[in-house]
């Protein structure tokens, strides 16, 4: 088992900026596909951004593509998701995942994903 961390959210007015973090242990990170999902009060968890083992693959949701960049430090067994031009409707907990398939690129599906983290929660004020 991998045991992922967030950290990071908090409360930002519309146009600013956060960076999330997710910290893993437990397993070799490097070879595992990682991604965010976020979930907000109402809705389905969706997919928001995801990053290949090696960084080479990435994929962005429409809605947060040109504001929001995923990364991941393999030596930190770290990733990272840097959220700029933040929208009240960005508002939600976010959820880093991470997929037990070695060398995998990415998927944007919940069931792809294996491990979770407990979420941390990203309240953006128009």
């Known amino acids: 088992q991998v045991q992922l961390v967030e950290s990071g959210g908090g409360l930002v007015q519309a146009g600013g900026s956060l960076r999330l973090s997710c910290a893993a242990s437990?397993?070799?990170?490097?070879?595992?596909?990682m991604a965010w999902f976020r979930q907000a009060p109402g809705k389905e968890r969706e997919f928001v951004a995801g990053i290949s083992w090696s960084g080479d693959n990435i994929y962005y949701t429409d809605s947060v593509k040109g504001r929001f960049t995923i990364s991941r430090d393999n030596a930190k067994n770290t990733v990272y998701l840097q959220m700029n031009s933040l929208k009240p409707e960005d508002t939600a907990v976010y959820y880093c995942a991470l997929d037990l398939r070695d060398w995998g690129l990415v998927r944007t599906i919940i069931g792809a994903y294996q491990n979770w983290g407990q979420g941390t929660q990203v309240t953006v004020s128009s």
């Open positions: 437990g397993r070799t990170f490097s070879r595992y596909a």
